[in-house]
């Protein structure tokens, strides 16, 4: 080893030293300290192997002030939260990576103050004996889509497999063809059936299934129920054929069998009027379905949750199931839930709070408004970054309405030096990361999905773009 390699790794930084350093106070104040101390090491580690590979001579070897700065990025980039905040500017409202639909302010408060302390999540104040967390929401429930019963579990998935083992296990359900669904992440009909116990009875084709399908499957020992699934994220169109629910509701009558729903998309409002024809909740009661079923974080616009609707004596039969422990729902899910019912109670106000319904009910102007709002706050005065306002298609999400494209505006980047790609990553990488989408050879920010309180973070973002 020459004598200079020597020196230089016998000059190295000094762990202990180093902590003593009064830029590390306030890390270690707030943060362990050993995550501390760990990036020291492995800042210092890093020096030590380039001079032992004689990889010429690291700027933070001598530039002490480079060097405590790589241990302070190192300390940030530990202690950031893998699940935290992000800026979702692709226009998809119900962006299932980025966590479906954001929870409204009231949800949240409810969350904090329910969840902070004790609750009465299985205490009845009442008898001051134990409660049912039930109890909570399904008086909500029952009166915002005119059920008879309600209960609650983790997702609709975990519903769609509670409806059927308490309905049907050991027994057939009759499914058309043309609505065995598979919802992303595995979640698939068939697969779920058999997971239940339940054995799929599939009738019709992909495109047609007839009545007449139904009553030839229909055995009256074999046969549990009659199910309907909502073709969610997908539509055949053409020449086809499907039994609507006060078709399979009659048939149900006739062979006194219940008639199961999995809407997947809670819709609780009509929003024809926004050019979404999904079927609404209070329609599928309406039409006669004994157990209705559906999503809490999709067009409803609250949390992950599976909600069960329907006649009080199956869900009763659901409620004392073996599974239902198993998919029982939390707390704070449970009161973000109670908090959106309730938001639900005056119609027009939960369009203005409630995120998701505030998102796809907004008026084309206001985001065109907005737009303008987010290019005056960006103008750079240099050539560097060209911004444009540009109308765009926005889409509802979390495998709803895939039919539907909403009219929206976008603010667009390019940039004479950086690539699209580059600008797409760089807005990713951010403190608070901004998910864009690249089309056109420009990047996209979709004024839809951001909110007035993103403008600022994602004006930060931007300036940083061109240094
Ligand atoms: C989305 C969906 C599900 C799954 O719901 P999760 O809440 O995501 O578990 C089940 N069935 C249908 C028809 C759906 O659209």
């Not at 329910?114 to 009442?126: A, G, Q, R």
């Not at 379905?289 to 949750?305: I, Y």
């Not at 907004?362 to 303008?372: F, I, S």
Request: aromatic residues 6%; glycine residues 6%; contains cysteine.
């Amino acid at each position: 080893m020459n004598m200079d390699k020597k020196e230089r790794l016998r000059s190295l930084y000094k762990v202990d030293e180093v902590l003593q350093d009064e830029c590390l106070v306030f890390f270690k104040e707030k943060l362990p300290y050993s995550l501390v101390a760990d990036s020291v090491r492995k800042e210092i580690d890093l020096l030590r192997d380039a001079v032992i590979r004689e990889e010429g001579c690291p700027p933070a070897l001598t530039d002490r002030q480079i060097f405590l700065d790589r241990v302070i990025h190192r300390i940030q980039m530990a202690s950031t939260p893998s699940l935290r905040r992000v800026i979702n500017a692709t226009g998809t409202i119900l962006h299932t990576n980025l966590g479906r639909s954001p929870l409204s302010q009231k949800a949240i408060e409810h969350v904090i103050d329910v969840s902070c302390s004790y609750s009465t999540l299985e205490y009845d104040l009442k008898t001051g004996r134990r409660g049912s967390r039930h109890d909570h929401v399904s008086g909500l429930i029952c009166q915002a889509t005119g059920a008879e019963a309600a209960m609650v579990v983790n997702n609709n998935a975990a519903a769609t497999m509670l409806v059927l083992s308490s309905m049907a296990e050991g027994q057939e359900v009759i499914v058309s063809r043309g609505e065995l669904v598979e919802i992303g992440g595995s979640f698939r009909i068939p697969d779920i059936m058999s997971l239940s116990g339940v054995t799929l009875r599939e009738v019709g084709t992909t495109n047609k299934t007839h009545l007449s399908d139904y009553i030839r499957a229909i055995d009256s020992e074999c046969t549990a129920a009659l199910m309907k699934v909502h073709t969610s994220n997908y539509r055949i169109i053409g020449f086809t054929e499907d039994v609507p629910l006060s078709g399979l509701r009659r048939l149900g009558d006739q062979y006194a069998l219940p008639v199961i729903y999995d809407m997947g998309n809670g819709l609780l409002t009509d929003l024809k009027g926004y050019g979404i024809f999904e079927p609404a909740v209070s329609d599928a009661m309406n039409a006669g379905a004994d157990v209705v079923l559906f999503s809490g974080d999709k067009l409803l616009g609250g949390p992950q949750a599976g909600i069960i609707i329907g006649k009080k004596k199956y869900i009763e039969k659901m409620k004392r199931h073996p599974l239902a422990r198993v998919v029982r729902i939390d707390k704070m899910t449970l009161s973000a839930l109670e908090a959106v019912f309730f938001q639900y109670q005056d119609i027009e106000r939960a369009k203005q709070e409630i995120p998701a319904l505030q998102m796809l009910t907004c008026p084309k102007e206001k985001l065109y408004e907005r737009a303008v709002r987010l290019r005056t706050r960006l103008t750079p005065d240099d050539s560097s970054l060209h911004m444009d306002i540009e109308a765009c298609e926005d889409f509802v999400g979390g495998g709803s309405a895939p039919d539907v494209r909403l009219d929206g505006w976008a603010v667009t980047l390019h940039s004479p030096i950086l690539t699209t790609k580059q600008i797409e990553y760089n807005l990713r990488k951010s403190q608070i990361p901004v998910i864009s989408h690249i089309s056109q050879d420009k990047v996209w920010l979709h004024m839809r999905t951001i909110s007035d309180k993103d403008m600022e973070d994602i004006a930060e973002n931007v300036s940083k773009l061109k240094g």
